[in-house]
């Protein structure tokens, strides 16, 4: 099968000696080069899954350390499948889904800070979170925590912010792409004038500060969404009508898939200090199918997935000429409906695994594992670096406030435990926005129909985000006997706590407003 071969950029400097030693024959070293796919066996498949005819270009699949999500057909309206991802065997008709759209659902995307929180984006023009609770579910859900509604034509695109709690982007069919925080169902930041036609894929970099974007008019963006201003563009990445996908890289540059003046599938790197001419290009084969990029930024690996296609290339991205080095294909019989891709937590460490799929076939999932050949069964340091856990670098108000900050990073050496944290709990203990049981699936009618409140509302709702006062917990002196909790100095010390949150939401809330005033007067002065 044709795989095709990677070209630098033209330049009209001499060849690199290291480059012209790798087309001699020179093996490069790479402790990737060796990774081998492997299809799990048929009866860890999840079979009678009926995955969604949905004609949108999405993976229709969503994966994390907990549940596997999967976009199903469902009559009068849109509906997904959520399941542990330790399920396997056949799913029964009567499963429970989530079932709260209007019309189909077109993405699905698990939050990256909480893996029970899930977003779903719908041709219905709505997009839903959702609480799904421990184990699944046990009824159809059909209450969403909170509704965002701010876009007039179906909502395809999601992608929640990197390394800010609560923090999500969305993208719709009107062109349009709006900034929610979550937590209080506010629109924070719109996008209306950024974009002449259809977006056909957002990504953040990586510490949320900005997001590349690339649309049907075939140019990429680089956006700060904060300020609503294209801090970079790239007419006509790709010559190809058939849409595209850009993918963010963790050292900033950006890998681009689209189709040539010849309909040839292609992969392109790109500098953004330099966005002229690509890095590299590579050409694969003329099928019609979109290349859905994955991307680890761990291993730096890239995972090429076609629609409709019975292969997954990967490759690894380097400093070096030529960038993109091609490592293998994977090939099965039955072609591919969409794929989720298992977050760096959830893969199996003592089999160095480094990264796994889960195929969606018409009626069947079938996890597929990425591996590195080692013969010793002691936990491999060198493919496993830390990677990005569940707890936030920043709450949603400190990002809009202008802050930025990296992954907060875990060690996986011995496998992966989530531990306990602060800041999941804030979007579930709200009463406005979630019931009391929150096994039920189930949310008070006011939480059905959250739409961005004005400031006074939004303030309110900051407030009620503060962590409610944790119960009295008994302690022992040095002999061991139990000692009475000092409930004034607990108490003190919580009021404390929460008047210096409050104090830092009000900043942030002034320094939003202040720069809102400031756009304002710029409109009103003909500025903009």
């Not at 996008?191 to 590349?212: E, F, M, R, T």
């Not at 999932?365 to 856990?389: C, H, N, W």
């Not at 830092?504 to 003909?526: F, K, Y």
Request: with cysteine; net charge negative.
């Amino acid at each position: 099968m044709h795989t095709g071969s990677v070209r630098s950029a033209p330049s009209t400097a001499h060849p690199d000696p290291a480059d012209m030693s790798f087309r001699r024959g020179v093996v490069r070293q790479s402790k990737f080069r060796h990774v081998f796919a492997q299809a799990w066996k048929a009866e860890h498949c999840i079979d009678d899954v009926r995955v969604s005819r949905v004609t949108w270009d999405s993976p229709l699949c969503s994966v994390n350390p907990k549940f596997i999500a999967i976009i199903v057909e469902a009559g009068g309206g849109g509906a997904f499948l959520v399941v542990p991802i330790t399920k396997s065997g056949r799913i029964d008709q009567s499963c429970p889904t989530v079932c709260g759209h209007a019309a189909p659902v077109l993405d699905i995307q698990w939050s990256p800070h909480d893996d029970n929180i899930i977003a779903s984006a719908s041709e219905d023009c709505t997009v839903k979170v959702w609480q799904i609770p421990d184990g699944g579910l046990t009824s159809p859900m059909t209450e969403a925590i909170v509704t965002l509604e701010g876009h007039s034509k179906r909502v395809g695109i999601l992608a929640w912010h990197p390394t800010a709690y609560n923090i999500l982007l969305t993208a719709g069919c009107d062109n349009v792409i709006c900034v929610w925080n979550v937590g209080t169902g506010e629109l924070v930041y719109q996008l209306a004038d950024a974009h002449p036609d259809l977006i056909y894929s957002v990504s953040w970099n990586k510490d949320g500060s900005a997001v590349c974007t690339v649309c049907k008019d075939k140019a990429l963006r680089v956006i700060d969404p904060r300020r609503g201003s294209i801090l970079k563009v790239r007419e006509k990445v790709h010559d190809g009508t058939r849409p595209m996908r850009a993918v963010f890289l963790s050292d900033g540059k950006i890998l681009t898939t689209g189709f040539s003046r010849m309909s040839e599938r292609q992969l392109a790197l790109w500098d953004t200090n330099d966005l002229s001419e690509p890095m590299a290009v590579q050409e694969m084969d003329t099928s019609n199918g979109v290349l859905l990029p994955f991307y680890d930024p761990d291993t730096n690996m890239i995972y090429l997935l076609g629609k409709g296609d019975c292969t997954i290339r990967y490759f690894e991205v380097t400093d070096e000429s030529p960038y993109v080095h091609f490592l293998s294909l994977f090939s099965s019989k039955e072609p591919q409906r969409g794929a989720g891709f298992l977050s760096k937590r959830g893969v199996d460490v003592n089999k160095c695994e480094i990264a796994r799929f889960f195929k969606l076939h018409e009626r069947k999932v079938e996890p597929i594992s990425m591996t590195v050949p080692r013969k010793s069964d002691l936990f491999q340091g060198d493919l496993y670096p830390d990677t990005a856990g569940l707890e936030p670098a920043l709450l949603a108000d400190e990002w809009i406030a202008g802050q930025d900050a990296p992954p907060l990073l875990v060690s996986l050496s011995g496998g992966y435990t989530a531990p306990p944290s602060k800041h999941r709990d804030t979007l579930r203990s709200k009463p406005k926005l979630v019931s009391q049981d929150s096994g039920t699936g189930s949310a008070p009618p006011s939480a059905a129909n959250v739409t961005a409140p004005t400031p006074t509302q939004t303030s309110a709702a900051k407030e009620t985000e503060e962590e409610m006062p944790q119960p009295q917990v008994a302690t022992r002196d040095t002999d061991g006997n139990t000692e009475r909790p000092k409930k004034e100095d607990d108490l003190l010390n919580e009021l404390l706590t929460e008047m210096k949150a409050l104090r830092a939401v009000v900043l942030a809330q002034s320094q939003r407003i202040e720069l809102l005033e400031r756009q304002l007067a710029r409109i009103e002065d003909g500025d903009v």
